[in-house]
């Protein structure tokens, strides 16, 4: 345990001891500290999932039909819903496209998407900030990779 509050000890004093911020969501808004900022940095920053209208909306078009509000589950694991094959259809035929595939979130999507477009012989250039599931996705890949400092392009 000393070990423990040492770290934590040296994270306090160093500034970098992270904790949950206590904040009021506003719809694409947070209140802080009496603050009112604009939500950048949600998976929600349009705000969509907090919009009545929209849940009333969809309440009111889905009327005795089932569309489920989550996979639950990976698609592979527990089966497929058939409107995630219908959506992933209207969105390729939206774009001209063969097909089109749906990942339940941005992980999915970097760790997915990075080892089927590279290879070995692709150099991926990273920014030291980028989210860590782009790390991942590259780790996956096997592709060489580099990152140079945040917004340095300089140095890229």
Known sequence: MKSYNEQLTALRVSGNLRHLPE????GIWI??????????SSNDYLGLASRQDLQEEFQASTQG?????????????????????????????????EAALIFN?????NTGILPALTD???????DKLVHA??????LLSGSPFLRYRHN?????
């Open 23 to 26: 904040v009021e969501h506003q």
């Open 65 to 97: 039909r089932f569309y489920p509000y989550s996979s639950s589950s990976s698609r592979l694991l527990t089966g497929n819903f058939s409107v995630y094959t219908k959506l992933e259809k209207q969105i390729a035929r939206s774009f001209d496209r």
């Open 105 to 109: 979130s941005g992980y999915h999507a």
């Open 133 to 138: 599931s782009i790390i991942d996705g590259i």
């Open 120 to 126: 070995k012989q692709t150099l991926l250039l990273a």
């Open 31 to 40: 209140l802080k500290e009496g603050k009112r900022m604009l939500n950048l």
């Open 152 to 156: 340095d392009y300089d140095q890229l």
